[in-house]
C-alpha cells in the first residue's frame, strides 16, 4: 500500500476560481478539484519503507466500527484567534459494507439550513427542519492509508488523520447554508470563509470518557503556512439535542481550569492504521503563572522500559484566548475545556528545517484530560500520532 510523502515549497497558493453552485437540498459526492494549484507543501506518492507492517485490517475493522452510527452535532467555527464565527447544528449518517480488505466507511453529512429562528433550543427534529445533505468520501483500506495517513489508537478511541480533500469543509462553509448560495444571498455576518486549497487538514478525535459522545478538531492552515480556521464537532451517538460546548469561560478564565500538575501516560504510533507502536512514556506536566504574570510550562517525560528522562521548559503570555510561548508554538483556547496548539508560523518551520506538531487538548472533567498530538517531519510528512491520557494530581 503506497504512502503519502511531501516535498516542500514555500510558494504562495494561487487562487482557484470555481462556478459550480450546491443548492442546500443538493447530495454531491466530494472530490479533489482540478488542476491542483500550489502550497506550502506538494505531495508525491511513494512505496512503503522496506519492513513496514502490513496493513491491519483488524484495526480498519475497529476503526470502521468506532464511527458507525447516526451523530446528532453541533459544528463550530473559530477563526485564529479563537473567536466563536458560526455554530451550525449538523447529523452525520454512518454506516459499512463489504468484508476484510473490502470494508468500507460510508459517511453523509447533514447541515441544518438557516431559518427565521436562530434559537438554538430550536427543536432539530421537527418535520419543517431542512437539512443539506454531503456525501463523504468512502474510507476504506485504499483511503486511509493513501489519502488520510491516519494515527489510530483503537483502545484509547481517538486517532488523527489527514483530510482526504477540503471538499467537504469547503461545500459546507462556501455552500448554502454559510456560504453565498444560487439566489445571491450574502454570508451570515462575520463568517470567514477558508482558503480554496489550504496546506494543511489535520482533525484529531478524541472520545469523551464519560459518554458516548466524541469532539473532532480540525487545524486549516493556509497557504503561507499560518492558522486559516479552527473547526469543531461535537458529536454524540444519540437521537437527543446535539451537545453542546461550556461558553462560559472568557479570556485568561479559560486557562484557569488547566493549571496545575498532569501526570499521564502517552503512547506515539506511526502513521497508518498498522498498530506499530513507537515509543511509550509516563509524563508529568506542570503549567503555573509566575509572579510576573507569565505561563511557566515543564513537560517531562520517562521512556517506558529506556529510563531515559527529558524535560521541556517553556514561558509563554496569555491574551484574551491566545497562549503564545517564546520558541514561536501557541495555545488557542476554547469553549468547552478545550484547546488547540500549533506553530505560530508553519512556514517558517519549514524554513528553517524543523519538525512541528499540532496538538488537541480537551478537558472533559476538571480532573481528566485527553490530548492527540499530529507530528509532521520536516517535509511536511504526518509521521507519527501521540494520545496523552493525564489527572490532575
Known sequence: MASIQCSVSVASLSNLKTTTTIRPSSSVRLTPPNPKPKSLFRCRASSPT??????????????IHLNTGNWNGSFYQFDSCGNLLQRVTTKLAASSYGEDELMSLIQTLYIKQPSSSTSISEDDNNNDTEWGEYKIKETNMFTIDKYQQIGFFPAEKAYALRYQTAGMLESVLRQGVLGEDDTGEESPKNLKIPSR???????????????????????ILEPKGTI?????FLEERSDGSPPLLDSTKDGKDKFVPFLGKWKGHSVTKRSGVYGSTISEADTVVLHEIANNGQLIQDVTSTSEGKDVTTNVHWTGTISDNLVTFDGGYQMILLP??????CPCDVAKSVAESKSFHLEFCWLETPNKRQR???TYDVQGL????????????
Open 372 to 374: 492527540l498530538v499530529r
Open 336 to 341: 468547552g475545556g478545550m484547546y488547540m496548539g
Open 50 to 63: 522496506l519492513g513496514d507492517p502490513a496493513m491491519s485490517v483488524d484495526n480498519l475493522r475497529r476503526f
Open 228 to 232: 486559516d480556521m479552527l473547526i469543531v
Open 197 to 219: 486549497r489550504p496546506s494543511v487538514v489535520c482533525e484529531n478525535c478524541l472520545y469523551s470518557l464519560e459518554r458516548d459522545m466524541r469532539a473532532r478538531a480540525f487545524h
Open 382 to 393: 504526518a509521521v507519527s500520532s501521540t494520545y496523552f491520557s493525564e489527572t490532575k494530581l
